[in-house]
């Protein structure tokens, strides 16, 4: 076993977290309950994961709100839909041996039984510590390099503009611009972040978007314009730096994070007229798409790590009390760095 | 000379159209006034373009506002900007000999003194009829190849709405999508444009967004959803139409004839969420950023012309006269078919 892993506990029955009612807008403690259940059995083909670090993730207030998304709801009274990093302990797959770690769809509890389905990456060779694989060498990682290489497409030299800047995802893409030769500037929600940022994740500039006029802010920055727009936010600081594009800019829509309710649609100064004048390229960004492309992103990735290039953070609490008030924590902007839970 | 060309007359003043007075908003016959001016002289280098077909283009409005816009705004008591066809009657520059016909920024006058930046397209061989040059094979039609081919990126199978479905652009748009093997669905502003879209430019449906909930108009047209969103007018047809695209759909923002005044910008409901979650690719398009690209589309227009599978409508005026209010014209929808006025 790699120096990179912790020991883990073996409990006799599945602690969960399970989803007791719906949401509207980000959900809260109290949308959530522990249980304990009996250990599933492990059908033909599947395999039992021992979960180690369970992701917490801003997408998951999609997972669970009623409204069309890009996978169904949560059911009530389920285990909370969740990433999470863990081992192998028992398989009927003979692809899947038990002591291979994996990332996946193992949801918030101790034990998933599941298929091959379930896996977003194997972690063949245990290369940086667990918990990274869920974070920077998982979805964080693999969102922040493939939106920005795939939508952002920027060009040494040109400006970038990332919101959530200290986030997961977002640190991540300041790195990666950075490391591409770009001017680099960000916009994050204290000044605690903001400092982090600049010291730790090379941004040439940060602000506190609370602190300012964010037009203002951005302008003193970026006084030549944005010609990459990372944005995990939507709202007003969309508003307000798709006025400060540069011709041929591209948005990458990335998140949404600052609309607490889609249903309806709040309303908003129209962009038609930008996207027209600036000639922007304005994309969507879902990870899920773009499965062919993870083996690509993860050893890009894992060299940047290697080489020292690229730093993250880790907000890790531990044990399953942490995790019904995890998910309003992140959205409240209290996590410093990638926010897992160690259940292991 | 060509069967296509006209007779020119070759009057011994200049008449023209100023500007004379800054409109906001749409510009009215009001806002322009006829005059008469000496000739000027042919610097060197320059040359003399008579006049025969001035183009009215929705761009015009843009061109006369106050507002940035992608060219400076036409200066008060000067003549007002426009593209038109024209034939070199006296020149100091050998490129461009007396005979031959251009396409280009010659305004809204009998002669342009002009140097070779103003072109757009060189007419060295008139092969259709020369007001073909001012819309389906000059900007109208570059813009719809293009715009539909660098941005739309319809496959075979796909669905395509177009809006403005019978202006100049629109019905272009539509035929080239039939020819790509799309089912094409149309909006259009009134029931005789509807039957021109399905009847004359091959639309497999067409609506009057006048005459219905826009939403359910498009749902029964199509009920799959929208793969390639063509659109020209922005506003609340934008707003229905986007909550009807297809995963990893296409938005090609060509114009937002739909608003007046963007200053201060209307509010809509908020798309960065429908931009995420249905992987959109929005783009705007100004036919200007393409001028590498110009012989290649038109070399595509004149195929399909020639080959009977492109149709195109005219709405030729005659005379200055129907000048001033030629633009109000086209955004009350009046004309069917490219706007022309002959002055030749």
């Known amino acids: 076993m790699s120096g990179f892993l912790p020991e883990y506990s073996t409990p006799a029955t599945n602690r969960r977290v399970l989803l007791t009612s719906r949401p509207e807008g980000i959900p809260q403690a109290s949308h959530f309950a522990l249980d304990e259940a009996p250990l599933d059995p492990v059908g033909d083909g599947q395999f039992?994961?021992?979960n180690v670090y369970l992701s917490v993730d801003p997408a998951q207030r999609g997972w669970v709100n009623a409204i069309a998304n890009y996978s169904d709801p949560v059911a009530i009274g389920s285990v909370m839909r969740a990433l999470a990093v863990g081992v192998v302990v028992e398989s009927r797959n003979a692809d899947v041996p038990v002591g291979l770690h994996l990332y996946g769809w193992f949801g918030w509890q101790d034990y998933a039984v599941v298929g091959p389905e379930a896996i977003m990456t194997r972690i063949d060779t245990v290369a940086a510590p667990l918990s990274a694989y869920a974070g920077m060498l998982g979805m964080n990682g693999l969102t922040a390099w493939l939106a920005f290489t795939r939508i952002g497409r920027a060009e040494p030299g040109e400006t970038v503009l990332v919101t959530t800047a200290?986030?997961?995802?977002?640190?991540?893409?300041?790195?990666?611009?950075?490391?591409?030769?770009?001017?680099?500037?960000g916009l994050t929600g204290d000044d605690g972040k903001v400092a982090r940022c600049t010291q730790r994740f090379g941004y040439d500039a940060a602000a506190n978007y609370k602190a300012g006029d964010v037009a203002d802010l951005i302008k003193g920055m970026a006084p030549d314009g944005i010609d990459v727009f990372f944005d995990n936010v939507g709202g007003p600081m969309m508003d307000t730096a798709i006025r400060q594009m540069r011709v041929n800019g591209r948005i990458v829509q990335c998140g949404t994070a600052s609309i607490a309710n889609w249903s309806p649609p709040p309303h908003g100064p129209r962009n038609e007229r930008e996207v027209l004048m600036r000639r922007l390229q304005w994309g969507g960004f879902v990870i899920f798409d773009h499965t062919a492309r993870y083996a690509q992103a993860m050893a890009a990735l894992e060299a940047l790590l290697a080489s020292g290039k690229l730093v993250h953070d880790e907000d890790i609490a531990t044990g399953f009390d942490a995790a019904p008030g995890a998910i309003a924590r992140l959205y409240a902007g209290e996590n410093e760095g990638k926010a897992l839970i160690f259940v292991g």
């Open 166 to 185: 200290a986030g997961a995802v977002g640190s991540t893409v300041g790195q990666l611009a950075r490391e591409a030769g770009c001017r680099v500037v």
């Open 48 to 50: 039992r994961v021992r």
